[in-house]
Structures are given as C-alpha cells and as structure tokens.
C-alpha cells in the first residue's frame, strides 16, 4: 500500500488545519493517523473502518477533530478544529489490512506514510 499525507502547515492556536492521505495498493480495513511531537513516543489520533461507520479519537481531540473518508475510499481526512500549541507534531496516516473490532495502536496498522508537519503558535 502507497500512502501519501498532505496538508500540514503552521497555523496560529485557534485555527483550523486539513490533513489528507491518499492511498492505493490494496484493500483496507481501516486507516488512522498518529502524531510525534517533539521528544514524545508516536501517538494515536483517530482512526476510521472501512465502511465509515466506526470512528475513534484520542480523548486529547475528541471534539475539535473529525475523521473522514472519500467516496471512492482512497482518500482519508483528518480535520482539525481548535488547534492548540499540543497539537504540533508530524502527523501520519496508516492503514490496516486486518479486521478488527477497534483500531487504536501502532500495533494495528500496517502501512505507513511519510508524515506531514502541523505547528500551532500560541
């Protein structure tokens, strides 16, 4: 699978942000993203299921973001509300070519972007 994560920026607290992974290569169970900030372990940020109906979010942006997935299914979304400083990191999207009940680790997922950079001044 080839995943290509776009969309990162700087933008002042507050602000608004669009993150979208591409990808291609075979089916998915699910997709996810996780951020790395500076000097901290990977961390799960949301994840979707294949049909869209099953979503997940890291209690830190329950609320101010929201995952979403084409039509088509090859493009998945991570809009991100209320940005604040914590929320700087590199972002990466992820895939899964196993079923699950929840996807939630690094342990679920199989596939990798690059990551794409998001800096939020105070």
């Known amino acids: 699978v080839q995943l290509q994560a776009s969309g990162g920026g700087s933008v002042q607290a507050g602000g608004s942000l669009r993150l979208s992974c591409a990808f291609s290569g075979r089916t998915t169970t699910a997709m996810g993203w996780f951020r790395r900030a500076p000097g901290r372990e990977r961390e799960f940020v949301s994840s979707?299921?294949?049909?869209?109906?099953?979503?997940k979010y890291a209690d830190s942006v329950k609320g101010r973001f929201i995952i979403s997935r084409s039509v088509d299914k090859e493009t998945m979304f991570l809009q991100m509300n209320s940005l604040k400083p914590e929320d700087t990191a590199v972002y990466y999207c992820a895939t899964s070519s196993v079923a699950r009940r929840e996807y939630y680790s690094e342990a679920h997922f199989d596939s990798w972007g690059q990551g794409t950079q998001v800096t939020v001044s105070s």
């Open positions: 979707i299921n294949w049909r869209g109906d099953r979503r």
